[in-house]
């Protein structure tokens, strides 16, 4: 049983401003399962729908000290749904969604979710300009231009499996980057 299991989400909130790593965890551990389905279903693709996740999870971290909710539930299903549509237009399958509501609820603040997207935006950026050129290429590849591991190889004319070991490597750099950068902001609690 989680330390912060029987706690509510307003709990689980301020003890994350305070930078408690247990009460992220509850949060993760309670939400995770949700936020991949909504993004699932959106964007049909299981490897793209769990990095959206992380994603999200690592702007909520990261921002921790800024948000300012009435609902926690409502703020993560609504950032999930918006996670996803970015990648979707990214991949321009957007079309297909078009008819779907997507409008934020009254309880989440439009700026409030760009800044955090932004922010999460521009640190993903800086670090992904510091991937080797070869890595730094198929990654690009991978997430920004939504190609299949097979269409990179194509493209490059090498092996399917070195394109998916330098996908790994640029996804372990960014998460020992992302875990560092954490670390710092810790200092300054």
């Known amino acids: 049983m989680g330390k912060y299991q029987a706690s509510s989400d307003d709990e ?3 003890r994350l401003q305070k930078g408690d790593d247990a009460a992220f965890t509850e949060i993760y551990n309670r939400y995770c399962e949700m936020l991949f389905a909504i993004a699932y279903n959106r ?3 299981v490897p793209a729908a769990q990095d959206i996740v992380q994603d999200l999870f690592t702007s909520l971290w990261l921002n921790r000290n800024k948000i300012v909710l009435r609902s926690l539930k409502n703020y993560l299903a609504t950032a999930i749904k ?3 549509l970015a990648y979707l237009r990214k991949a321009d ?4 969604f078009c008819n779907e509501t997507t409008k934020m609820p009254a309880t989440t603040s439009t700026i ?9 935006l521009q640190l993903l950026q800086e670090e992904t300009n510091q991937l080797p ?3 730094r290429l198929i990654f690009k590849y991978s997430r920004e231009d ?3 591991v097979a269409e990179i190889a194509d493209q490059l004319q090498i092996s399917p499996r070195t394109v998916e070991t330098q996908i ?5 750099h960014l998460r020992k980057s992302f875990k560092s950068k954490m670390a710092h902001f810790f200092c300054w609690l």
């Open 12 to 14: 689980l909130l301020v």
């Open 112 to 120: 409030e979710y760009d800044l955090h997207y932004k922010y999460l």
């Open 146 to 148: 939504s190609m299949t």
């Open 82 to 84: 918006y996670l996803s």
């Open 43 to 45: 964007v049909k693709e």
């Open 168 to 172: 790994y490597k640029a996804l372990r």
């Open 133 to 135: 050129e070869k890595c």
């Open 93 to 96: 399958r957007v079309d297909t």
